[in-house]
C-alpha cells in the first residue's frame, strides 16, 4: 500500500487545489500515470501513481484545497476489481397476433356550427419572463492569488505611475525592411517586445534601483536581469521569465516570447518558467489599451507597460506630421525608486527605442 501526496509545487507554492479525479476507486492504475490534476495559484499540474496497482480510497475530493504532503489517495496492490459483462436478457415472449376484425361503418353525424371563440390574451411586458438569473462560481486557485497579490501590491507598496510617449517610426520601419531575412535566418518574426526588453535591460544597467528588491530594512540589489513577460491565459495573467535576458540576441528573445505564449494557451508552463524575475514588461496594447497604469508584480519595485501604437500629429523639427506614437507607463515603488529616477529610466527607454541602432552599443 502507497500513498500519493501532494508534490512540491516550487518556490513559494504551498498550496492547490484539486481540480479533476482522472481515476475512480477501483480502478487499475500503472505507476507513473496519472491519477488527478490540480490547480495551484501559478500552473495546473498532473500528479501520477506512486506504483502500480489499485486506487482503493480517494482521500481529497474535487474542490478540496490541499497542502504539499498531504495524503491525495491511497493505492493498494493487487488487480482492480473484474467487471463481468452481464448476461444478455432474452427477449420477451410475444403473444401471438389476435384476429382482426373489420368495425362496423360509423353512423352518421349532423354537422354542427363552429363555436366561436375569444382571442387569448397577449402576456403584457410586465408579466413577461425576464432573464435575471444570478450564478455563484467559485475563484480559481490562480484568480484568487492573483486579486489577493494586487491589493496586497497597492496596500504594502507607495506605488507611482509616470508616464511618457515614443515615436515608432524608426522601429516599425526597420521591422518592415528586416521582416523577410530575419525570419528567413532564424525561422521567428521579428517583433517589437525584443526591442523593449533590450532596452529595458540597458535601463536597468543604468538605475539598478528599479532592477532590486526591498527585504525587511535592506535593499536587495540584482546583478543579473530576469525580464518578466505578461502573458494573458484563460484562467489569469501569467508571467514567465526570461532568464538572463542581457546575454540573449533578438531572435532568442522573440523565439522565446512566443513558446511562452504558445505554452500558456495549452497551460502547458512550468512552475520553472514562471518563479523569479527583477522586471516585469506588460503590453495592454496587443488588447487595444491606448493607456493604463500597470500594477507592480512583488516583490519587484518596476513594471513597464506598452500600449497601442496609433498614428498622431506631433511636432517634429518645426512642423506637424503624423506619426505612429506608442504612449508607455512606469509604475514603480516610491520606497526605494524616486520620482527623478524613475522619469530618467523612462525617458532612457525612449531614446532607445527611437534610435534602436544604439541597443547594439549598450547591450
Known sequence: ????????????????????????EGD????????????TDKIDLEVGASHAG????????????????????????GAGPSRAPAA??????????????????????????????????????ATRRSDRREERVRMSKRRATIARRLVEAQRTAAMLTTFNEIDMTVVMGLRKKRKEAFEKEYGVGLGLMSFFVKAAVAALRAFP?????????EIV?????????AVGAEGGLVVPVLRNADQMS??????????????????????????????????GGVFGSLMSTPILNPPQVGILGLHKIQDRAVPVNGQVL??????????????????????????????????????????
Open 322 to 363: 503624423i506619426r505612429p506614437m506608442m504612449y508607455v507607463a512606469l509604475s514603480y515603488d516610491h520606497r526605494l525608486v524616486d520620482g527623478r529616477e524613475a522619469v530618467q529610466f523612462l525617458v532612457r527607454i525612449k531614446d532607445l527605442v527611437e534610435d534602436p541602432a544604439n541597443l547594439l552599443l549598450v547591450t
Open 221 to 229: 540589489y540584482k546583478h543579473y536581469f530576469d525580464i518578466g513577460i
Open 88 to 125: 444478455p436478457v432474452p427477449a420477451a415472449a410475444q403473444p401471438a397476433p389476435a384476429a382482426v376484425l373489420e368495425p362496423p361503418p360509423p353512423p352518421p353525424v349532423p354537422a354542427t356550427p363552429p363555436i366561436a371563440r375569444e382571442p387569448e390574451a397577449t402576456p403584457s411586458a
Open 28 to 39: 487499475r492504475v500503472e505507476t507513473g500515470e496519472p491519477v488527478v490534476e490540480l490547480e
Open 1 to 24: 500500500m502507497s500513498d500519493i501526496l501532494v508534490p512540491q509545487l516550487g518556490e513559494s507554492v504551498v498550496e492547490a487545489r484539486v481540480a479533476k479525479w482522472l481515476k475512480h
Open 209 to 217: 534601483q528599479l532592477n532590486a528588491e526591498i527585504q525587511g530594512d
Open 250 to 283: 533578438f531572435a532568442q528573445i522573440e523565439a522565446a516570447i512566443r513558446g511562452f505564449a504558445a505554452r500558456a494557451e495549452k497551460n502547458a508552463l512550468t512552475l520553472d518558467d514562471l518563479m523569479g524575475g527583477t522586471f516585469t514588461i506588460t503590453n
Open 54 to 77: 489499485v486506487l482503493s480510497s480517494i482521500r481529497q475530493r474535487e474542490g478540496a484545497d490541499v497542502k504539499v504532503g498531504e495524503v491525495l489517495a491511497v493505492i493498494t496492490d
